[in-house]
């Protein structure tokens, strides 16, 4: 073999263990920041909004026409809080399966609380809140949409969902209705009966 081929040989041995070893320590970097990006993520949908049991500050809201809607007057009663979005396309397609629920879902009281009007409007039979400055957003620290909570009227949270379908706004109803049931049990059985002769 002669001295050039040797040559080009060695730079082509060379060039192949450069690229190699800037293929690695590229790839030791992303590894390090796709594991942080994994963890975060794992973690991200505890870490979405106000946690069942915690307490959330009142807030007040607007209707259609501007007024304002008092904490009181909003969860009068336990009630469901659908937050969503106004470019969400999750939220969207929940909304269209809302249509034919109105209200309330399985008798607990519906509520869809946004930030301003989607690009395709909401069903008309929704009860639809703004949040001027992200009062609920806020208040309920949430960080995804859609995102489902039920609150009694002192601002527990009973229930807290990332909802991707009709299916899971009943199945919070449901589970709602059965606490209630429970606790409306748990209350009678409670009085007091008397004593025996």
């Not at 909004?49 to 304002?68: H, I, K, M, Q």
Request: include cysteine; charged fraction near 25%; hydrophobic fraction near 45%.
């Amino acid at each position: 073999m002669s001295a050039p081929w040797i040559a080009a040989y060695a730079v082509l041995w060379l060039a192949v263990l450069v690229v190699t070893f800037t293929v690695l320590g590229i790839v030791r970097r992303i590894g390090g920041v796709l594991e942080g990006m994994e963890r975060r993520l794992s973690a991200a949908p505890a870490d979405f909004g106000a946690a069942v049991d915690s307490t959330v500050a009142p807030f007040d809201l607007d209707d259609a026409e501007g007024r304002r809607v008092p904490f009181a007057e909003l969860v009068s009663e336990p009630t469901l809080l659908l937050v969503m979005s106004n470019h969400c396309a999750a939220c969207t397609k929940l909304a269209g399966e809302l249509d034919a629920v109105g209200g309330a879902v399985g008798g607990v009281p519906l509520v869809l609380v946004t930030n301003a009007e989607p690009e395709t409007p909401y069903p008309a039979t929704l009860r639809v809140l703004y949040e001027r400055e992200g009062e609920a957003t806020t208040a309920l620290d949430n960080r995804a949409t859609p995102q489902a909570y039920v609150l009694d009227p002192t601002g527990r949270v009973l229930d807290r969902r990332v909802p991707g379908s009709l299916r899971h706004v009943e199945e919070m109803a449901r589970e709602q209705r059965r606490r209630a049931e429970n606790g409306a049990g748990a209350a009678a059985e409670a009085q007091p009966i008397g004593r025996r002769a």
